[in-house]
């Protein structure tokens, strides 16, 4: 299994640029997380999906959007991106019953110029 | 969910047991403790987690105290790939926890000296 994979990598974009950052995991799981992770500070919740067709407000969704057509893909998208989004973000599944074991991808880092 | 307390950094040599502590002194009776750890640059990854026993597993040991106000991580053998952030977060078990995602502190940074 690849587990949670995330693209792009790396990217920077402009002021009032638009992207979507994928996430996808191959674990069959429901539940779907996306978080943002500023410097020096913990990861902060964005959105989250218990399953396709589903989703719902984090902590810091403002700015963001998400969709959940299949189990597998959990894309973020930003819309008119402003240099507070410079961020790491962090993609994250588990499974809907059994204990908090959340599985992450390797992260993708946004800076907005 | 019940607020955590972890010390900002610590230091352990090399191949010595590091102990990271952390507080949370107002958990509920069915929160359990999760433990997490980000290498840098990387995505958190999943240590251990325990409710009121002992736990160990191959990565670590989770030792909670009997009021569960407090816990400890054990990293028994500490290697240099063992320098990281580690993370305590306190959350209600599956049987009554929502989907709702995990709330991340700025956890303790790790340094393993060599």
């Known amino acids: 299994n690849a587990g949670v994979t995330q693209t792009p990598k790396f990217r920077i974009l402009k002021i009032g640029q638009s992207m979507t950052l994928q996430c996808t995991q191959d674990?069959?799981?429901?539940?779907m997380y996306w978080y943002r992770q500023d410097p020096g500070m913990g990861l902060k919740l964005i959105y989250y999906?218990?399953?396709?067709?589903?989703?719902d407000k984090g902590e810091v969704p403002n700015g963001y959007n998400v969709s959940r057509s299949t189990t597998e893909d959990f894309p973020l998208r930003l819309e008119l991106a402003a240099p507070s989004q410079t961020s790491v973000y962090f993609c994250?599944?588990?499974?809907?019953?059994?204990?908090?074991?959340?599985?992450f991808g390797p992260g993708t880092r946004l800076l907005v110029l | 969910d019940a607020k955590t307390t972890q010390p900002p950094s610590m230091d352990c040599a090399e191949g010595r047991a590091a102990n990271l502590p952390c507080n949370h002194s107002?958990?509920?009776?069915?929160?359990?403790v999760y433990w997490y750890r980000q290498i840098h640059s990387q995505g958190p990854q999943y240590i251990i987690h325990g409710l009121k026993n002992n736990e160990t597993n191959e990565m670590a040991s989770l030792i909670i105290t009997e009021d569960r106000k407090s816990s400890t991580l054990i990293l028994p053998h500490a290697t240099l790939r063992d320098t990281a952030v580690y993370y305590c977060?306190?959350?209600?078990?599956?049987?009554?926890?929502?989907?709702?995602?995990?709330?991340f502190g700025k956890g303790t940074h790790l340094i393993i000296q060599p």
């Open positions: 999906s218990v399953g396709a067709g589903i989703t």
């Open positions: 994250a599944s588990r499974r809907q019953t059994g204990f908090e074991t959340q599985y």
């Open positions: 977060i306190v959350r209600v078990g599956d049987s009554g926890g929502g989907a709702d995602g995990l709330t």
């Open positions: 674990m069959n799981h429901n539940y």
């Open positions: 107002t958990i509920s009776g069915n929160e359990y």
